[in-house]
């Protein structure tokens, strides 16, 4: 098991900034593939950054490429994803999750054994 704990969230006008964490604890974390998920209300769960277990490769969903940047402490257990030049369509609940690394890193959600509570990101317009 991997306990995944997201801190960060908050309300920030359109242009600003915020840094998620990802607290991970349980088995060692570079095992696992990390990645970042958003869902607004009404709406499906959305891939937004992954990385891989050592940090070599970062992957991002088109809507943030760019804009936000996923980084990796594997000696911390930590996770981070700097959010940049924030858009009010970026307010949404978003999540940690990981996938173990003896697998390929993918972008859906189904793919990913281990999520956090979530934490809520506002941007006001």
């Known amino acids: 098991q991997v306990q995944l704990v997201e801190s960060g969230g908050g309300l920030v006008q359109a242009g600003g900034s915020l840094r998620l964490s990802c607290a991970a604890s349980g088995r060692t974390f570079s095992n696992y593939h990390t990645g970042w998920f958003r869902q607004a209300p009404g709406k499906e769960r959305e891939f937004v950054a992954a990385?891989?277990?050592?940090?070599?490769?970062?992957y991002y969903a088109d809507s943030v490429k760019g804009r936000f940047t996923i980084s990796r402490d594997n000696a911390k257990n930590t996770v981070s994803l700097q959010m940049n030049s924030l858009k009010p369509e970026d307010t949404a609940v978003y999540y940690c999750?990981?996938?173990?690394?003896?697998?390929?890193?993918?972008?859906?959600?189904?793919?990913?054994?281990?999520w956090g509570q979530g934490t809520q990101v506002t941007v006001s317009s």
């Open positions: 990385i891989t277990w050592s940090g070599g490769s970062t």
């Open positions: 999750a990981a996938r173990n690394k003896l697998y390929y890193i993918k972008y859906t959600a189904p793919d990913y054994d281990y």
